[in-house]
């Protein structure tokens, strides 16, 4: 389980990354 979890936290890691990468472009183009 440990390592299941280890990997979930991860992809929550790159999730959340990949999110705020998409925002700033929004961010971007608006302006």
């Known amino acids: ?3 299941s979890t280890e ?3 991860i ?3 790159m999730v ?3 999110l705020e990468l998409v925002e700033q472009e929004e961010d971007e ?3």
């Open 29 to 31: 183009r608006i302006e």
């Open 11 to 13: 992809l929550t890691a």
């Open 1 to 3: 389980m440990k390592e």
């Open 7 to 9: 990997i979930l936290e």
């Open 16 to 18: 959340e990354k990949y």
